[in-house]
């Protein structure tokens, strides 16, 4: 209900501008329409690539269950408000009933938000950087990069503590999380400990660290692919580094809890920025209204879809979870 209030007020005024500018265009190519649905298709895979390498082996959930928990928890994050954290937080229930466990679970959906936020700023530090090569930046450019490079700093720099400096951490999150009710100071202290150790065994394995990264790298490219496609379908004839910045650029503005999913906030940044960027105004509406078809509307269906199977499967399994992990260790007795 609130996505499509969110909707009618942010997207209406915007159906009879696109309209307009359909009467305008001619020509439409399907095929790059085509290759927007399958890079956002791809995205969402890439995304959950990201969650099942997170997981130790020995707790990882085949890859279709992840698949599926994933969906419902995009889906939730696309139709509620504060959507993000509602779908991190169903994301990690899911994952955890699948096998992963509350810690393993817990672990692998924060780590993957904020490898994201990291990732996501390496591309806009990229674009800008061959736009002050290339160009003149925009002061609004910079700043953005600044904040942004204020948050990777804060993230590494948690990261490093809590592989180097523990304690200091443990002490930290003593002080801050002891003033919630029903939080006590020895469980809050183990839980860090716990997440110190994951967060070390993830720095000691350099090789899942770059798959992580690359994959997490994937989710944003595939998602950038499906604009550029869906703006070519329509005459798009723009360079790939300023559409990279402004794709960036509006990214970090999505994330902001302004509205449901960005919904209308990406829309109305995001069409200027093309625009003024060279883009013609039929252009830029249609192909920014043809990605958010596939980057907001299509998980919403997905979600569903996934949460249908995933009751189906539990009324089958009579109300129980049955984990089905991608990798069984041996029983200790066979291992002697």
């Known amino acids: 209900m609130v996505t499509v209030v969110a909707a009618g007020f942010y997207l209406v005024p915007k159906a009879g501008e696109a309209l307009r500018a359909a ?12 290759l927007a649905l399958a890079a956002e298709l ?27 928990a994933d969906l419902v928890s995009i889906g939730l994050s696309h139709a509620v408000p504060a959507g993000s954290a509602a779908g991190t937080v169903l994301g990690y229930k899911l994952l955890a009933d699948e096998g992963a466990g509350s ?15 990291v990732v996501l700023q390496w591309l806009l530090w990229g674009a800008l950087a061959m736009v002050v090569i290339f160009g003149r930046p925009t002061a609004p450019y910079v700043v953005l990069a600044g904040v942004g490079a204020a948050a990777v700093l804060g993230i590494l720099a948690l990261a490093w503590l809590l592989v180097r400096r523990e304690p200091i ?3 930290m999150a003593v002080k801050v999380f002891s003033a919630f ?16 150790k994951r967060v070390s065994r993830l720095a000691q394995r350099p090789a899942t660290l770059a798959w992580v990264s690359t994959w997490s790298l994937g989710n944003w490219v595939f998602d950038g692919l499906a604009l550029w496609a869906s703006l070519r379908a329509f005459g798009y004839t723009g360079g790939l580094i300023e559409l990279t910045l402004a794709f960036s650029v509006v990214q970090i503005v ?39 078809l596939f980057n907001y509307w299509l998980p919403l269906p997905m979600g ?19 984990p089905a992990l991608a990798y069984r260790p041996e029983p200790e007795s066979a291992r002697r």
């Not at 009467?23 to 190519?29: A, E, I, T, Y």
């Not at 999505?254 to 252009?283: D, Q, R």
Request: no cysteine.
């Open 23 to 34: 009467r305008g265009l001619s020509g439409v190519k399907p095929g790059w329409i085509a």
């Open 42 to 68: 791809a995205s969402l895979l890439a995304f959950s690539a990201v969650t099942y390498l997170l997981v130790e082996p020995d707790r990882r959930p085949v890859f279709r269950r992840v698949v599926r």
């Open 103 to 117: 810690l393993q679970a817990g672990f692998a959906k924060v780590t993957q938000s904020l490898i994201s936020v």
């Open 169 to 171: 951490v443990e002490r």
């Open 181 to 196: 009710p029903r939080l006590n100071a020895n469980g809050i202290a183990r839980n860090v400990r716990r997440l110190s």
């Open 254 to 292: 999505a994330s902001l809890p302004i509205s449901v999913g960005g919904l209308g906030i990406v829309e109305a940044s995001l069409v200027p920025l093309l625009i003024g960027l060279g883009t013609g105004s039929s252009v830029a509406v249609l192909g920014v209204l043809t990605w958010r």
């Open 304 to 322: 569903v879809a996934a949460y249908l199977l995933i009751v189906a499967e539990r009324r089958r399994n009579g109300g129980s979870v049955r």
